[in-house]
C-alpha cells in the first residue's frame, strides 16, 4: 500500500461552479512560473496545428436540459467554436448520451470489444487496462512530454508524479489521467460546537470520545427544549463507502483501528489481502454493533437517504461528512435553529494519534487515443486548452469575455460542454485556498491580492461571513468549508491508498454478488440481525464465490506494478 504520512496538503474538486479553478497561481512561491506569451512552449502547448484536424469522440450529456442559443448543440456551441478556432481542428460525436445506469461505460465496452473505438475517448482504469493488453490505445509518453502546457505539469506534479505513474504500463504513459483531489478522501468528524459548550465538553479525539459525546447529546437535552428528543451519532446504510467522502458513514473509525475495507492492503506477513476480511474489520464491526445496541447509532439510520434530513431537523449533533459539509447539510440546520455552531474535527485517531484516513486513487479517469491516430498531439491540446479556459488563465481574454457572458446568459456552465468531461486542480488546490483565506481572515491579504475571480469571491464570503455570521448562508458554506474543514485537514492526515484500484477478469463477472454481501453482512451485524462472528462465515463464503481467485489476480496485478 502507498502510504504518505504527515501533513498532506488536500484539495477538491469542488460541488459548485464557483468552487472550480484556479489555486496554484495564488501562491506564487508554490507554483512554476507561468510561460510567457509568445514563447516557444506556450506556443507548442497552445498553438494551431499547421493543417485541420478532425478528432472524433464520444460525448457524455451532463445536463440534458440545458437549453443553448437557437442553433447552438452540444457539437456546435461557443466553447467549441474556440476550441476549434485556436487549435485549427474539427470536435465530431460519434454518438452522445446521458449516464443513465452506466450507459456511456456500456457503450465504451462495447466499441472496445469490437475493436472499433472513437479517435480518443475517456476510459475508466479497467477500460485502460484491457485497451493496453490489446494493442488498442497509442503511447503518450512523447506526446506528453513535448506537448503538455506547464499547467498541465505543475498539476500532475503536484501528486509528486503519482498520477501520471497510474497511467504507466511498462515505463509507457498510455493515457492523460486526472488527479483525484486529496481533500474529497478524508472523513471528518463535525460536532455541534454549541451543544459541547452547554454541556462542558471538549471536542473528541478518539472513538470512545465520540461514543461518550454522542450518549451526552443523547442524555441530556443539549438542544435545551425539555423534551427528549435528541438522536446519538448519524449513519449510512452501507456502513463504509471506501472512496471519496460522503456523509455519515463510518470510514474513518475503520482506519482508526488498522481497517481499510474495500482496499487492497497486505497483511503482516506481506501478503495482498482484501481489507474487508481482516481481524481489524472485524473488530470495528463489533464496536460498531455495540453502539447500535446502546443507541449510541441512531436506531433508524438504515432507513433514511443520506441522513441529511435529522442534521437540517437538529435531532443530531455529531455526524461524519467531507470538509464540504458546510455547503449540505449545515445550512439547512442553520435555516432550523440559527444558534447551530458546527466545527470540524480530525477524529478518530488511531492508537498512535495521527489522523489515518483511507484515500481514493490518485486518478480514475483517463483519456487515450486510438492506435493509429494521426495526430495524438491534437488531444494533449486539447486538454491544455480547455483546462486553461477552466481556470480563468486563458490569455485571450476578449473570447474568454464572451465565452462567460454566454454561460451567465444561458444559464450554463462551461465546463458541462467540453470535449472531455476532466477538469484538472492541483492535488493541494483546497490546503493552498484554504491558507490564503486564513490569511484573509486575519486581515493580512486584501481583495487585489486575489488572482482570480473565484478567489475575489471567495474573500468576499469570508469577510461577509466574519461581520455578520450566518447571515448569507452562500457566504457562511464558502467560509466554514475552508476555514473549518480545508483548516483541520491542513493540520495533517495519515494517508492510506489501496494496492489495487482497477478490476481483474473474474472481477467482470463475481464483483457485483461480492460487494453485495459484504455490504448486506455489515449492516447486519452493526444492527444487531446477525451475530459479530458471522463475520467468520462471510469471510469463508466470500472466498469461495470467487474472492479466493480474485485475491490471486490482484496479487499478479500488484507484482506487474
Known amino acids: 500500500m502507498r502510504k504518505k504520512t504527515g501533513v498532506l496538503l488536500l484539495a477538491a474538486v469542488l460541488l459548485t461552479a464557483g468552487c472550480r479553478g484556479s489555486a496554484g497561481e495564488e501562491n506564487p512561491e508554490s507554483a512554476a512560473p507561468p510561460q510567457q506569451a509568445g514563447s516557444s512552449g506556450e506556443e507548442t502547448a497552445y498553438g494551431r496545428l499547421p493543417q485541420q484536424v478532425t478528432l472524433k469522440i464520444p460525448y457524455k450529456i451532463v445536463k440534458e436540459s440545458t437549453k443553448l442559443a437557437d442553433g447552438d448543440s452540444y457539437e456546435d456551441n461557443p466553447i467549441y467554436r474556440y476550441l476549434e478556432e485556436s487549435l485549427n481542428m474539427k470536435i465530431s460525436h460519434v454518438w452522445e448520451s446521458r449516464d443513465t445506469e452506466g450507459a456511456v461505460t456500456q457503450k465504451i465496452n462495447l466499441a472496445i470489444a469490437s475493436n472499433d473505438i472513437p479517435d480518443a475517448m475517456m476510459v475508466n482504469p479497467n477500460q485502460l487496462r484491457v485497451l493496453v493488453e490489446k494493442g488498442m490505445i497509442e503511447d503518450l509518453t ?24 497510474s497511467a504507466r504500463f511498462g515505463g509507457r504513459l498510455m493515457a492523460l489521467p486526472n488527479v483525484s483531489i486529496e481533500a474529497d478522501s478524508p472523513y471528518l468528524l463535525w460536532v455541534r460546537q454549541d451543544w459541547l459548550a452547554k454541556l462542558g465538553l471538549a471536542p473528541p479525539k478518539t472513538a470512545d470520545d465520540i461514543a461518550r459525546i454522542a450518549r451526552a447529546f443523547i442524555e441530556r437535552d443539549p438542544d435545551g427544549n425539555g423534551r427528549a428528543d435528541t438522536l446519538g451519532l448519524s449513519g449510512d446504510k452501507y456502513i463504509v463507502l471506501g472512496q471519496k ?9 475503520f482506519s482508526a483501528n488498522g481497517a481499510f475495507p474495500k482496499a487492497w492492503v497486505r497483511d503482516k506477513d506481506g501478503n495482498v489481502v482484501y481489507g474487508s476480511l481482516t481481524p481489524q474489520t472485524k473488530e470495528v464491526l463489533a464496536k460498531l454493533a455495540g453502539w447500535y445496541k446502546e443507541g449510541i447509532i441512531e436506531k433508524d439510520f438504515p432507513l433514511r437517504g443520506d441522513g441529511g434530513e435529522v442534521v437540517a431537523a437538529n435531532r443530531v449533533g455529531i455526524h461524519f461528512g467531507a470538509w464540504w459539509s458546510p455547503w449540505y447539510p449545515h445550512p439547512d440546520s442553520i435555516k432550523n435553529d440559527p444558534k447551530a455552531e458546527w466545527i470540524a474535527v480530525r477524529a ?11 484515500m481514493a486513487p490518485v486518478a480514475d479517469q483517463f483519456i487515450v487515443v486510438r492506435k493509429g491516430y494521426k ?42 460542454f467540453y470535449p472531455f468531461n476532466m477538469i484538472l486542480d492541483y492535488a493541494d488546490a483546497v490546503g493552498r485556498k484554504t491558507e490564503l483565506l486564513e490569511r484573509v481572515a486575519a486581515g493580512e491579504l486584501k481583495k487585489e491580492d486575489m488572482k482570480t475571480d473565484e478567489m475575489r469571491q471567495n474573500y468576499d464570503a469570508v469577510l461577509s461571513d466574519l461581520t455578520h455570521p450566518k447571515k ?5 458554506s464558502v467560509s466554514r468549508a475552508y476555514l473549518q474543514g480545508g483548516r483541520v485537514l491542513n493540520e495533517g492526515v495519515n494517508g492510506e491508498y489501496s494496492l489495487f484500484t482497477g478490476q481483474t477478469p473474474t472481477m467482470e463477472s463475481r464483483w457485483a454478488a461480492l460487494d453485495k454481501l459484504e455490504n448486506d453482512t455489515f449492516l447486519r451485524i452493526v444492527t444487531g440481525e446477525a451475530p459479530v462472528d458471522s463475520f467468520d462465515s462471510f469471510v469463508k463464503k466470500w472466498k469461495e464465490l470467487g474472492g479466493e481467485q480474485i485475491t490471486r489476480e490482484v496479487t499478479e496485478a500488484v507484482k506487474l506494478k
Open 375 to 416: 495526430h495524438p498531439e491534437a488531444v494533449m491540446k486539447l486538454l491544455n486548452t480547455f483546462t486553461r479556459l477552466e481556470r480563468g488563465e486563458d490569455p485571450n481574454t476578449e473570447q474568454a469575455a464572451a465565452i462567460k457572458e454566454y454561460e451567465s446568459r444561458y444559464q450554463i456552465d462551461k465546463h458541462d
Open 348 to 358: 478518530p485517531l488511531d492508537a498512535d494519534g495521527r489522523f489515518t484516513v483511507r
Open 245 to 253: 467522502a460522503g456523509l455519515h458513514a463510518f470510514d474513518s473509525v
Open 142 to 165: 512523447d506526446v506528453y512530454d513535448r506537448y503538455a502546457s506547464d499547467l498541465i505539469k505543475n498539476i500532475h506534479d503536484s501528486t509528486q508524479g503519482a498520477s501520471l505513474e
Open 472 to 476: 448569507d448562508l452562500t457566504a457562511y
